[in-house]
């Protein structure tokens, strides 16, 4: 199976996403993932991964990840259909149920229970990009005769995130692919077992290589005191789980942290910066030294 890591991105603005996407591109990097974070320099993530497929030729572009429930599921399709058409095999959408920080949550709205709302809407996506003509009558979603292009000349895989074991069952029903956040190698092990238990119940199989992990990094000349500060809100978010199992406090234990987990049967890495830097060039000059020897 094909090991492949990526970088996602910080919320920056227009100049730190050029910078980024001209500097993956020129080093021939796999991916870049961007981030779906309302009130900040980040860009809306569907409008970034537009600017860096017309600005590159052969990076892919994914969404680490895209807040579904509150966006109209086939404005969604739509635009993914373009992206796809612009950047044929290149788009790599990961959608999410909530946004990771409460206080964005008030910006998707949605008509009923999120986790049904988010259901329905992925069924809706999936059946426009795939389907002619699409008539649908649902609880949250009312189509009649509806069509997006152009639709993709081949199936667009749509990966989910969550480690919630609801999240888990869902993602073997629905997903074509699973992208963590805040897991550890082992736990990493366990969900892969649990969403392939849920494909197989659902009468479906996810591809191998369609797992994968967000791994936050600590960069050179960081100091014990924000090391200790980042390591303590880590667990304040996952206290079950040892935060130096999570977040890799140096680049040495990012590669040994990868190794990890491709034994726990994942191959696909979105590694980010766990502190903010002042130049991509010198964040990617320790990535191809350190990380890009494990790709396979």
Not at 85 to 91: D, G, K, N, Q, V
Request: net charge negative; with cysteine.
């Amino acid at each position: 199976m094909k090991v492949r890591i990526g970088v996602g991105s910080l919320p920056t603005g227009a100049q730190g996403v050029t910078e980024l996407v001209d500097e993956l591109e020129a080093r021939g990097i796999d991916s870049l993932w961007l981030p779906d974070i309302v009130g900040t320099d980040g860009l809306d993530p569907l409008t970034g991964m537009a600017y860096a497929a017309g600005r590159t030729r052969s990076l892919k572009i994914g969404t680490g990840v895209l807040v579904l429930p509150g966006r109209n599921p086939a404005l969604v399709a739509a635009q993914l259909a373009s992206l796809a058409a612009l950047a044929p095999t290149r788009i790599l959408p990961v959608f999410g149920v909530r946004s990771g920080r409460a206080r964005d949550r008030q910006f998707y709205p949605v008509p009923g229970e999120r986790g049904a709302v988010f259901d329905e809407a992925l069924l809706v996506i999936r059946r426009l990009l795939t389907e002619e003509r699409v008539s649908h009558e649902g609880a949250f979603y009312q189509l009649h005769d509806a069509s997006v292009g152009p639709r993709p000349p081949g199936p667009l895989d749509l990966w989910l995130a969550g480690h919630a074991p609801v999240a888990l069952e869902r993602i073997g029903r629905l997903g074509d692919g699973w992208l963590g956040s805040g897991v550890s190698p082992e736990e990493a092990g366990r969900c892969r077992l649990e969403i392939e238990r849920a494909a197989a119940e659902a009468g479906r199989e996810i591809e191998a290589d369609h797992y994968g992990t967000n791994i936050g990094v600590v960069q050179d000349g960081t100091s014990e005191a924000e090391i200790a500060a980042i390591l303590a809100a880590t667990a304040q978010r996952r206290p079950e789980i040892p935060p130096e199992r999570v977040v890799a406090r140096s680049w040495a234990e990012a590669r040994s942290r990868i190794t990890e987990f491709v034994e726990a049967g994942l191959t696909k890495f979105v590694i980010r910066p766990a502190t903010p830097i002042t130049s991509w060039h010198g964040f990617l000059d320790r990535f191809e030294q350190e990380l890009r020897p494990l790709e396979t």
